[in-house]
């Protein structure tokens, strides 16, 4: 009997042994589970970096949207979700993701970055600038937050702050391009343009292909009339444009430049070029003859400007460079026909009256010519047409 006795608590010693081996195993399987699902999910969150350079917003917003319903309080699936909701362009949505993202992990740098860069798009200068300071805290030379609170700054016109900020910066990582850019951009908006053109002349030591540094270095030598610079400039610009568009604009803006560097045959090289692109363009063929015009190239001056009066019938400006490459030619008559349509416009008028008279006083009607100057008199010596041709006593 007693034997039965010791029997029956050491059968259900080993009942409950047997039992709680199994809860242990039952919980065992479910953190697997979890695990398992965890490192799914984040392997499937993994991929909407590449879905969203692909464009697959919608995928992308599925995937974090399953992500989020695993775990509502996951501060990459909350990140993910604000930068789809940023390239949308829904800014509130946007930043209500970024913010439940750091508040979800305070230490995630790029949730503060991207939340500082929404509130900045919204007008909320103070939150943003909050943001990038805490981003600021957690990578000390990160250069695009630095930049990125610079810009803040120069958006209050507080440029004495942007300017500490960026030289402080600067003195850390003095050929960094992104804190280049930035203090070119703070130059230039203080009107010191010769210095943003050192500073992105620096930056592009660093990055001697970079399209937006050479385009913006570009204008700041046209600012300050550095055209031949200018010129160079785009020129290296245009090697790099991969598109029609891209390089029409380079064309143009390269040959006004060599056009104003006196560099006239290269400047019609260029409109030689831009031509192809785009020839039913009257601009085009109005610059190209004055181009002409200036490297002494009458004949192709005068043929430019009736194409571009062919494509924009009773433009003066053709008109004007028509009538002055029929007078270069000494065809008098024709030149007065063609200055006929200039004398009662306000810009070129004085102009054509001027060369009116020229074109009298070549044909031996003094009278005529006398009346004529007495006309371009009345529009005062502002023409730069009339400045051009008035030193020329061969005229």
């Known amino acids: 009997m007693k034997h039965t006795q010791w029997i029956v608590p050491a059968a259900a010693l080993v009942l409950v042994g047997l039992l709680s081996g199994c809860e242990t195993h039952a919980q065992h399987k479910k953190a697997m589970v979890e695990k398992w699902e965890q490192s799914t999910a984040e392997a499937k969150l993994e991929t909407v970096d590449t879905l969203l350079e692909q464009g697959q917003l919608a995928q992308a917003e599925k995937i974090v949207l399953s992500c989020l319903q695993s775990d509502p309080d996951w501060a990459l699936a909350h990140f993910a979700q604000g930068r789809i909701y940023l390239i949308r362009e829904r800014y509130n949505s946007a930043r209500a993701a970024f913010e439940k993202a750091v508040a979800a992990d305070p230490q995630m740098h790029d949730a503060w970055s991207h939340l500082a860069a929404v509130c900045f798009l919204e007008g909320r200068n103070s939150q943003a600038l909050d943001a990038y300071q805490k981003a600021i805290d957690l990578q000390p030379d990160n ?154 190239r009458i004949d192709r001056a005068a043929d430019n400007a009736q194409r571009a009066l062919r494509l924009k019938p009773g433009w003066t400006q053709a008109w004007a460079v028509l009538g002055a490459a029929q007078y270069l030619k000494g065809e008098y008559t024709q030149a007065l026909r063609s200055l006929a349509y200039l004398r009662n416009d306000d810009t070129l008028g004085g102009f054509g009256w001027f060369m009116s008279g020229r074109c009298y006083s070549r044909l031996g009607q003094t009278a005529k010519a006398q009346s004529a100057y007495q006309q371009a008199a009345g529009y005062g010596p502002n023409s730069p047409l009339v400045a051009h041709f008035l030193p020329s006593e061969a005229l």
């Open 143 to 296: 250069p695009e937050d630095i930049v990125g609170a610079a810009q803040v700054y120069m958006s209050d016109n507080d440029l004495d702050s942007a300017g500490r900020l960026l030289g402080q910066a600067l003195a850390k990582q003095p050929y960094n391009h992104q804190l280049l850019l930035g203090m070119a951009q703070l130059h230039q908006q203080a009107g010191q343009t010769d210095q943003a053109a050192r500073c992105y002349e620096q930056a592009l030591l660093k990055t001697p292909q970079n399209t937006a540094i050479l385009n913006a270095l570009g204008y700041c030598y046209i600012a300050t009339k550095e055209w031949a610079r200018a010129a160079e400039t785009f020129e290296r610009l245009l090697k790099l444009s991969e598109d029609d568009a891209g390089r029409q604009m380079t064309l143009s803006t390269l040959a006004m430049c060599e056009f104003n560097a006196g560099r006239y045959d290269r400047a019609l090289q260029c409109y030689d070029r831009l031509s192809v692109l785009c020839r039913e363009d009257p601009e085009v063929w109005l610059n190209m003859a004055q181009a002409a015009l200036a490297a002494n």
